[in-house]
């Protein structure tokens, strides 16, 4: 157990519908990053936030949406679902905003039909 | 932007015998570099990381990696392979300069060791 929990772990879902991943991270990790996987683009950083606030964005769709909470976990909405967006979606937390290890969650692992 | 490549999809080897995966990267100024494992209905796991001084990194389960400044490569090693090293491997670049410290990923090897 790494100590990043994410929640579902598995989700299936119709096109142009709208789900919400949850991630918590490790105890103290104040920074929380989402990368989503898939075979064609391999591992793809979507957004970062640091304490609250959103610190850097990646190749993340209009479509999708994240926060971060006061007790520092975090949610990412995906809305208008294709059947491109079937991946696995990570959470990773580190202790810092800098340049650190990352610590990932088991993922989420969204299928679109 | 930075970039990493890992030109093998997949590495085959003998259990007992070496192993290299190979990794290379793009970046403007100095990089922080990493290895993450990914075994089968897993999150990545830290493997090792070179931030400066000695080019030749240890790191867990055995495995090291060599800093090649001139050659911008960050090759992933083990002198003996075992049958439970069999995963997919990931190299991640971060650069020193820009300030943003978001990690940039391989495309991953796909480690096989047969017994």
């Known amino acids: 157990d790494s100590g990043v929990t994410q929640t579902p772990k598995h989700l299936i879902t119709a096109t142009g519908q709208r789900v919400t991943l949850r991630c918590s991270p490790r105890?103290?990790?104040?920074?929380v990053y989402w990368y989503q996987q898939s075979l064609d683009q391999g591992l793809q950083f979507l957004i970062q936030?640091?304490?609250?606030?959103?610190?850097a964005k990646g190749n993340i769709l209009e479509r999708f949406s994240a926060q971060q909470f006061p007790d520092l976990h975090s949610e990412l909405n995906l809305s208008s679902l294709e059947l491109g967006d079937s991946a696995l979606y990570f959470c990773?937390?580190?202790?810092?905003?800098?340049?650190?290890?990352?610590?990932f969650g088991a993922g989420s692992r969204l299928t679109v039909l | 932007a930075q970039s990493v490549a890992q030109p093998e999809d997949q590495v085959n080897v003998a259990e007992g015998n070496p192993l290299t995966v190979k990794c290379t990267y793009s970046?403007?100024?100095?990089?922080?570099l990493f290895w993450y494992v990914q075994y089968p209905n897993r999150g990545l796991q830290f493997l090792l990381k070179?931030?400066?001084?000695?080019?030749l990194v240890k790191g867990s389960y055995g495995f090291e990696a060599e800093f090649n400044k001139s050659q911008t490569s960050f090759h992933l090693k083990k002198p003996s392979a075992l049958v439970s090293d069999s995963a997919l491997y990931f190299c991640?670049?971060?650069?020193?300069?820009?300030?943003?410290?978001?990690?940039?990923f391989g495309r991953g090897t796909s480690l096989i060791v047969h017994p």
């Open positions: 070179y931030i400066t001084g000695d080019n």
């Open positions: 936030y640091y304490n609250g606030e959103e610190r």
């Open positions: 105890s103290g990790d104040l920074s």
């Open positions: 970046v403007s100024g100095n990089p922080y």
């Open positions: 991640a670049v971060i650069p020193l300069e820009g300030g943003s410290y978001i990690p940039t």
């Open positions: 990773a937390s580190s202790q810092f905003r800098g340049a650190n290890v990352l610590t």
